[in-house]
């Protein structure tokens, strides 16, 4: 962000008189006398208290069980809201996620894969300047405690609910069967409709090992890892393939490198195989390998996976311990 951008007189004076702006949880609303006051601590315990949410731009912005899954709404909670609701409303929104159809599961995880916490840094490029401000507000907050509050129960609502997410992502893929006819059948429109007798295929992060106590960090890792190594796809979003239905020439063997260098330094949980990992990956990245068998068995020849790894390995990234 441009330290020294110059922001109006009146977006400051707009943003300033709603410095912490309270979004409330089904309806819930508190007093703004705190606020008025710019006593901060005192209305910040008053919202944590009530199980509402907190925002720093202006937009009005309700919380709702129903309107929650409207991504028109997700993509400003993921990006603008710490997610400071009470562990009674999570719970009502990971009761809901088994309801979801796998479209509207992968974009939520697509959100909060980019969005681990509400204004993440640095800002979007295309940010307004009120949006630039508020990341001046967040900067200037994260010194209290009581600010670290909200970011700590934000992150966690986040990870509870990214995690529940990724399970059902993992039972609608897995239950992808091909028919007779060689054609993938219907996904079930209820959890109640799928065979029970095996169990669902892991999700990609859990197989991941975590850090400070979150598979989620180690994910946030190996994507800051592989954006320093200046990789030419993003890995974890659906890739656009050519016009005969292909991957992009080098995906395969990128995506390979990633895989491979984190699993040789032990990123990923021991009980789980080379292949099983390729494949949650790729359930969780939303794409494809043709011949897949045949890859698995070539790929650490790839001219791409060569190259790929070696700018993993130049990091000098430490095995994980």
Known sequence: ?????????????????????????EGRA????????GMYRQYISQ?????????????????EEESFWNTNHFEDLAKYVFWTFNKSFLLKLLGNVEGQKLPLLL??????????????????????DELLFCYRKHNSMKKYEYYAKVQALDEQNRKEFLGAVEKRI????????????????DLPETATEFPTADPPTPAFLEMLRPTDGYPANTLGFIEAKIEEAGFSFKLFSPVAQLANGKNPYGFNGTAAAMIDFFYQHQYFKKEYSLEQIFEAYLRHSGNAI??????L??????????????KLKALKISKLQ
């Open 1 to 25: 962000m441009p330290k020294n951008k110059s922001i109006g007189f009146f977006t400051i004076y707009l943003s300033r008189r709603y410095y912490l702006n309270e979004i409330p949880v």
């Open 30 to 37: 508190n007093s703004k006398f705190f606020r008025r006051l």
């Open 47 to 63: 919202i944590l208290r009530t199980g509402n949410c907190i925002s720093l731009i202006s937009t009005p912005i309700t919380v």
């Open 107 to 128: 974009r939520c995880r697509e959100l909060l894969l980019e969005h681990p916490v509400a204004y993440r840094e640095p800002p979007p490029p295309e940010a307004d």
């Open 170 to 185: 993992a039972i609608l893929t897995s239950s992808l069967q091909p028919t007779a006819d060689g054609q993938t059948a």
């Open 290 to 295: 043709g011949k897949f068998k045949t890859f």
């Open 297 to 310: 068995s070539e790929f650490r020849n790839d001219r791409h996976y060569k190259q790929s790894f070696a």
